[in-house]
């Protein structure tokens, strides 16, 4: 330690370093803390009911060469912003491919989900209220429901709008902030499929109400994709209404697809919004090479299979059923997300190890992606998944109530 350097040991001194070392043993000691633990190459000995692969294509070698081509055209980044030089004819190919999938005006494509959530809510609150750093965003309303990703929080926060939260699923508190609100634009925000309880927004239900009330209605569909709608084209596409020009998807390459990245889905207007003004776009280097040609070659074989979908939603009614005959309090999925509830974070900790234990790969969501009280195992679905899969899965699944204590 240099001389006159403060000590973080001090317990006297509030040097900053010591108060993160307090922090995070007030988060181990809750069972909150969180470590890295890198996985080996293929399944690693353990079935995956953790991951978003719910098609079954990562390791797809038909989206391997796809990559592989890519990166020896293109290089393996794509060396800048895509306002300057990252932009490539397979970025252009894959946002042609993906509108014409999804049946979208346009598509724009970023290097993550999270990105194309924050871009699409950010930027459209920021115009609509007059122009990027404007400072009237107080002249927009966001309408969020309470349940929504982490993606589209911090995207309603950045936003400086103001946002009301309204509770899970519930209509018609959206319709009643929409009717009550004084600003003179609004945008209504909602996953599709929601990522921790696995059901499904009454999308047809917003539009209808985020049109009554001339408000944008923003739709996440993050774990819907490949998975709901005609061909896996997505929940609003299941509602008819992807089309509308006042909705706005977004998506990420990186679950039923396989790979890395995002979208943001819409109007032409919405598309050329983000490209202009979209801060989350313009500063952002642009998706690698290898990462879109993999998409494309995605979009290829879910277009060729429209029974990858429809195979993973069942596989995931069977794991819910399964958990269910067990008599675990476990959720009805609308797609590949299964929820089984446990409580609190040291039970559903103690229950993912049992699950690896019983060579089972489970997540495990504790707060705060939980509210407290509702720590939980999250089991994914995969459309490739076999009998024996299920087997392991009965089993561990019955290790984890005869030797687990369940608070919930």
């Known amino acids: 330690m240099e001389p006159n350097a403060p000590d973080p040991d001090d317990p006297q001194l509030p040097h900053p370093l010591a108060r993160l070392r307090q922090a995070a043993a007030g988060r181990q000691a809750a069972g909150l803390a969180r470590h890295l633990r890198p996985r080996r190459p293929g399944p690693g000995g353990l079935v995956d009911l953790a991951s978003n692969d719910y098609l079954g294509l990562c390791g ?50 970023f290097s993550s989900g999270y990105l194309a959530n924050l871009a699409a809510v950010t930027t459209l609150a920021a115009v609509l209220a007059g122009g990027p750093g404007s400072a009237g965003t107080a002249t927009v309303l966001v309408v969020s429901d309470a349940a929504n990703h982490a993606s589209l929080i911090d995207a309603c926060r950045l936003s400086r709008a103001r946002v009301e939260v309204t509770p899970h699923g519930d209509v018609e508190a959206m319709e009643h902030a929409l ?73 990420t390459l990186s679950k039923s697809l396989a790979g890395q990245g995002g979208a943001v889905l819409g109007a032409a207007e919405v598309t050329e919004t983000l490209i202009d003004a979209g ?24 277009r060729g299979d429209p029974g990858l979908g429809p195979r993973a939603r069942a596989n995931a009614q069977r794991l819910s059923g399964m958990a269910a005959d067990l ?16 409580g609190e974070p040291g039970a559903a ?9 019983h060579g089972i790969r489970a997540g495990c969501f504790r707060p705060p992606s939980v509210p407290p009280g509702q720590a939980c195992l999250r089991l994914t679905a995969r459309a490739n998944l076999t009998e024996l899969d299920f087997a392991m899965a009965f089993r561990a699944l019955g290790a984890v109530r005869d030797h687990v204590r369940i608070t919930a």
Not at 349 to 357: E, G, H, K, S, V
């Open 179 to 251: 009717a009550g609100r004084a600003e003179p634009a609004a945008i209504v925000v909602t996953d599709t499929v929601f990522s921790v309880t696995g059901d499904v927004a009454p999308v047809r239900e917003l539009h209808q109400v985020a049109r009554d009330h001339q408000a944008l209605l923003v739709l996440d569909e993050a774990h819907a994709f490949g998975v709901l709608g005609p061909a896996g084209r997505g929940a609003a596409a299941a509602a008819g209404i992807a089309g509308e020009p006042d909705v706005v998807r977004t998506l």
């Open 349 to 357: 900790l103690d229950a993912q190890r049992i699950c690896a234990d």
């Open 60 to 109: 797809d070698e038909r989206l391997t060469e796809a990559a592989v081509a890519a990166a020896r055209e293109w290089g393996t980044g794509s060396t800048g912003s895509r306002l300057v030089t990252g932009s490539t004819e397979l970025h252009a190919r894959l946002e042609r491919d993906l509108a014409a999938f999804t049946g979208a005006a346009a598509a724009l494509v």
């Open 327 to 342: 008599g675990f309090d476990v959720s009805q999925p609308a797609a590949a997300v299964v929820r089984v509830l446990l």
């Open 279 to 302: 801060r989350a776009f313009i500063f952002d280097t642009g998706l690698a090479p290898p990462c879109a040609g993999a998409a494309i070659a995605a979009l290829e074989v879910l």
